[in-house]
């Protein structure tokens, strides 16, 4: 990766411009051709560099809810409970620690009813009652940058 990518990652993630044709801006930002910022996202996001380019929206404006959760799993219902947490529409994220509370999971609905719901029918689902919901009282990560 060279400063060119570098400084590509920097501006496409925190200022895509939102026109008809936004690498042609990013690349008169940049100095360069349109062409070259295009191969260049290209091979950035086939490296795995780039996951996805998007917009990150206030879910809470939009009327959704969230939660961390954290659930006790026996080892032998390990396989059962993530395939039932990862088939959730609303699960972002799913991570397995080394801890009572042995897995972590969030998970978005769009309203507290179906938040609830969706908690109750992974507990039907899978026999695991020991799950906790861990909701944020405030927030403290209003945006993920990474500095390249």
């Not at 191969?39 to 996951?51: N, S, T």
């Not at 404006?61 to 409970?81: D, N």
């Not at 609303?90 to 507290?112: K, S």
Request: net charge positive.
């Amino acid at each position: 990766m060279d400063n060119t990518d570098k400084r590509l990652l920097n501006l496409i993630q925190e200022d895509l411009p939102l026109t008809a044709a936004p690498f042609a801006e990013v690349a008169e930002r940049l100095g360069i051709g349109e062409p070259e910022v295009r191969k260049r996202v290209a091979r950035l996001k086939e490296e795995g560099v780039i996951r996805r380019i998007g917009a990150v929206f206030d879910l809470r404006k939009l009327g959704f809810t969230s939660t961390l959760c954290a659930a006790r799993v026996p080892v032998e219902k390990m396989a059962a409970f993530v395939g039932t947490v990862n088939a959730c529409p609303g699960v972002t994220h799913n991570y397995r620690r080394e801890h009572d509370y042995n897995v972590w999971f969030t998970l978005i609905a769009p309203g507290e009813e179906k938040l609830m719901a969706t908690l109750a029918e992974i507990k039907r689902k899978t026999g695991i009652d020991d799950i906790l919901s861990l909701r944020a009282t405030r927030t403290f990560k209003i945006n993920a940058r990474f500095d390249v």
